[in-house]
């Protein structure tokens, strides 16, 4: 009977048991997490046009009804409202490391580039790829590899004045082939340096190699403190996953507290693979977990090649190193149907206005009507490297228009080129900017994470 709960608690966080009858497998793997409530996630998009004395009403409104609470003295309290941009600083703080104390980033194999630097960096990766493997390896003619190629090289043949990647990448749209060309290759290069096994490929859990474990659990326990503590809405405009890999539960706490499920956390249809055609019976929604707002998609999502108007995506579940054990556990399930009938680029939505003429549906309008309700009610907004950059137009005139009377903590790398504060500051006024952090996340030690968390909560609780 041990070895059986043992089972359950492991399938309950999307790990497979070890061993087991089949039957067992497929039957936990529905009924993993047990059956309460069925209700659905629904999310009103408020008109674009709302002013800023309607957003001040909808704030009144959520202090009345708030639908995350704490009580005290018997009384409901509203939590405070907190919106976390994270950009691309984050993940590069994240994977590099330090030359002076001779240690390896937190996670990952190799640093993930900021928006600056990926142009070029994803020019080199996509040269090394085609020497090593070959131009027969690539789910692309050899016509869009070279021309692939050749448009990398004009964006980045004059050092230090490369095409940022949010421009370059949106001027492919009109050439399809080209444009998920780059996209798989990007998809490639972000893979290959997280994945514990360098692979670009999993069937439903990709494992992030985790480097110092110590230090990446402080900074996962001062996620966990923000998410338990305030109403925090994620926005995160970088293309891996790591942001959701540190939100994931931890293996073997017990009972599972859950901050990150990806079939509820990102406020669109999101299922797993192995649920692309059996219907998912758990009733994942009854579990109260922060949305983690995509807008530029994500390498871990993927739609069918034959999906139609369908709004689905089908998402693999980022995971760290850490706490594994491989006598009761596997790492993945094995092959499924989907990946026979998925797009061979994973859902990567460049930074135009028009986006929706290459993806189908309407996902970035509504993220960004969702983006804009969630600004428009929120006490503080920290930006944990992100520059709000020029290139993402379409999400400065969101935030913009809807920031009425927060707070913005930033948290960037002061650098010659940096721009953050002049960006922020066209925003929302000066005098609501507060300087966390010009040296970006520190991850040096212990001690340094802790000092970082603890200074993020004082401005969260001024």
Not at 32 to 54: D, H, K, N
Not at 74 to 87: C, Q
Not at 261 to 288: C, G, I, K, Q
Request: proline share 6%; aromatic share 10%; net charge positive.
């Amino acid at each position: 009977m041990a070895d059986m709960r043992s089972k359950s608690r492991s399938i309950s966080l999307g790990i497979l048991p070890q061993k087991g009858p089949p039957s067992l497998t497929r039957r936990a793997l529905e009924t993993g997490v047990a059956s309460a409530l069925s209700t659905r996630i629904e999310w009103r998009f408020p008109a674009s046009s709302r002013s800023r004395e309607g957003a001040n009403d909808v704030r009144k409104k959520r202090r009345v009804r708030a639908k995350k609470s704490d009580c005290v003295d018997g009384k409901v309290m509203a939590k405070t409202k907190i919106v976390v941009m994270v950009g691309s600083g984050f993940s590069a703080a994240l994977t590099a490391a330090s030359p002076a104390l001779a240690t390896p980033g937190l996670v990952g194999n190799s640093a993930l580039p900021t928006l600056c630097d990926l142009t070029a960096a994803l020019r080199q990766h996509a040269e090394q790829e085609i020497h090593r493997r070959g131009s027969g390896d690539f789910p692309f003619q050899r016509d869009t590899l070279r021309q692939t190629l050749t448009d990398l090289e004009a964006a980045t043949w004059r050092v230090g004045a490369e095409q940022n990647f949010e421009e370059f990448i949106s001027s492919k749209v009109s050439t399809p082939e080209v444009f998920e060309c780059t996209v798989y290759f990007l998809y490639d290069l972000f893979a290959r340096r997280l994945s514990l096994e360098r692979q670009n490929r999993a069937n439903r859990n990709f494992w992030y190699t985790v480097n110092r474990a110590s230090e990446t659990e402080v900074f996962r326990r001062g996620l966990f403190r923000l998410v338990d503590t305030y109403d925090v809405f994620f926005v995160s405009f970088n293309y891996d996953g790591l942001l959701e890999a540190l939100l994931d539960t931890p293996f073997g706490k017990q009972p599972p507290e859950f901050r990150y499920l990806p079939e509820v956390s990102h406020a669109f249809n999101v299922v797993m693979p192995e649920f692309y055609e059996t219907p998912d019976t758990r009733h994942l929604n009854r579990f109260s977990v922060p949305i983690i707002l995509k807008p530029h998609g994500s390498i871990h999502f993927f739609r069918a090649k034959d999906g139609g108007d369908s709004d689905r995506i089908v998402a693999v579940h980022p995971r760290l190193d850490l706490g594994f054990n491989p006598w009761t556990m596997q790492r993945d399930i094995g092959g499924q149907r989907f990946w026979d009938l998925a797009d061979r680029v994973p859902v990567i939505v460049p930074p135009v206005l028009n986006k929706d003429t290459y993806l189908r549906g309407k996902y970035l309008s509504r993220a960004i009507e969702l983006l804009r309700e969630q600004v428009a009610l929120a006490d503080r907004v920290i930006s944990l490297g992100f520059s709000a950059p020029p290139s993402d137009g379409h999400i400065v005139e969101a935030l913009k228009s809807s920031m009425v009377t927060a707070n913005v903590g930033l948290v960037f790398r002061a650098a010659p080129s940096d721009s953050t504060v002049k960006n922020w500051g066209e925003i929302c006024p000066r005098g609501r900017l507060t300087i966390l952090s010009s040296s970006g996340i520190p991850l040096s030690s212990e001690i340094e994470i802790e000092t970082f968390w603890r200074s993020a909560f004082e401005f969260l609780d001024r």
